[in-house]
């Protein structure tokens, strides 16, 4: 008796320190909850800060005369050697007949993009009636001119220490004054490939590799990955030769993706022949890097259907070909599914394997094929946020948060179709 009293003492003296240190595990548990949320809240926020500006785009109202002798000088429209780019010259001369001298007039092109004179090409080419007459366009506006508007370029500094002259400002406060400058959703972010000219880049070409290298991977990666989960679990009997396949799956999906770099450079590109920096070899790469993922994933889904189901309908005199069939795989599969999407969630993102078979190159064009040059959205990231122009840096948010709008969608759909076919037992 004295000794469950002094048993019992014991334990309520040390209830008090007992729950102190529960109370401190709980507290450290929320700070360091609360200092995630902080940084993510952070993160999100500097980067719509920084990329928002980028999903609007500032536009020039000229007056351009589409000459005849200019754009047909025989009778028929010459849209190759056709002088669009001197066309828009002349419409930016006569909206500043005061300017003169070789070094003003460079100046005053410069505030035009580059791309003014192949919209122009490209209306002619839709409508060649408009030759010889007179139109007024829109058009867009060199990158720097677009940053002075955002707010980005301070005109109060010294002239030397910004991209604009005094006086290429003072063009353009005139233009703002006329309501000849204008902002506009930036259609060219998504609708261009990439290019020298930041108000010209667009990440299209990027979105369509990408994509294309999706279609490669989850072609591959998930007939073989979930082939191969299913006879490890199933099929394959208990040896040292399982399981040392087992171990180096497991191994597999620890190893840095540059190594399926290297892995995909030696075999597809310098064995194989295969095209480098094209959407097939990017996709074989991603293949290797998504099956030991996906071989996992979906042998953890196997697992766990109940025993019972297996003894059920082998009681009922199914085959072991049938029970896994018509049984097990229709309860595993959603976790297979799941699996499968984090695994080409995984695979968008990646872009240091990519770097190794040459995708890292400058690609204008969208591509249209398997086999075409093309780059991966991350990748594009990388290339914007190498490039030393400011207009850059806010197209390097803004393809940011398209990615991760694209990581978000796809994980959304891994939860709803886990629960759309998630059966219960």
């Known amino acids: 008796m004295n000794s469950q009293k002094t048993t019992l003492a014991k334990v309520e003296a040390g209830l008090p320190r007992r729950r102190r240190k529960e109370r401190t595990f709980r507290i450290l548990g929320m700070l360091a909850t609360a200092v995630g949320i902080t940084f993510l809240v952070f993160f999100f926020a500097s980067l719509i800060a920084d990329g928002s500006s980028a999903f609007r785009q500032t536009f020039m109202q000229i007056d351009v ?4 002798d200019v754009i047909a000088p025989d009778g028929e429209p010459d849209l190759v050697y056709a002088d669009f780019d001197g066309l828009v010259r002349t419409a930016l001369r006569e909206q500043f007949p005061d300017v003169s001298g070789r070094g003003d007039r460079r100046q005053l092109y410069r505030i035009v993009s580059a791309g003014a004179g192949y919209q122009l090409r490209d209306m002619v080419a839709a409508e060649p009636d408009l030759i010889g007459t007179k139109q007024t366009v829109w058009v ?10 955002k707010g980005n370029i301070d005109a109060t500094i010294d002239e030397s220490l910004r991209p604009l002259s005094d006086k290429q400002i003072r063009w353009v406060y005139a233009l703002m004054e006329e309501g000849r400058l204008e902002r506009r959703f930036n259609t060219a972010l998504f609708t261009n490939g990439d290019s020298r ?9 990027a979105v369509m590799g990408s994509l294309y290298m999706l279609i490669v991977t989850i072609v591959l990666s998930f007939p073989i990955g979930a082939a191969a989960a299913i006879y ?9 030769w399982s399981d040392l396949i087992e171990v180096n799956i497991n191994n597999l999906a620890a190893v840095p993706s540059i190594v399926f770099g290297l892995l995909g450079l030696a075999v597809f590109i310098n064995w194989m022949a295969l095209p480098r920096s094209a959407p097939l070899v990017g996709g074989l790469v991603l293949t290797l890097l998504t099956l030991p993922v996906i071989i996992i994933a979906s042998r953890a889904a196997i697992q766990a259907v109940p025993p019972s189901i297996r003894e059920a309908a082998l009681g009922l005199g199914a085959s072991q070909m049938q029970v896994v069939f018509h049984h097990v795989l229709p309860l595993a599969l959603p976790g297979m599914l799941t699996g499968t999407i984090i695994g080409m969630s995984r695979a968008l993102g990646e872009s240091a394997p990519l770097l190794m078979i040459g995708m890292v190159a400058f690609i204008v064009d969208v591509p249209g094929r398997l086999t075409d040059p093309a780059t991966a959205l991350p990748v594009q990231i990388y290339l914007w946020a190498d490039s ?6 806010e197209r390097t948010s803004a393809a940011i948060i398209v ?3 694209f990581l978000l969608l796809m ?11 998630e059966r219960k037992w």
């Open 65 to 68: 005369q589409l000459r005849e």
């Open 140 to 149: 867009p506006a060199a990158s720097n001119v677009d940053m002075l508007i």
């Open 411 to 421: 994980n959304l759909v891994a939860v709803i179709a886990r629960k759309r076919m």
């Open 197 to 205: 000219e930041p108000e010209l880049a667009g990440i299209r070409g």
């Open 232 to 240: 490890l679990e199933e099929f394959a009997p208990k040896s040292r």
């Open 388 to 393: 030393p122009e400011r207009a850059f840096a």
């Open 403 to 405: 990615l991760l709008g």
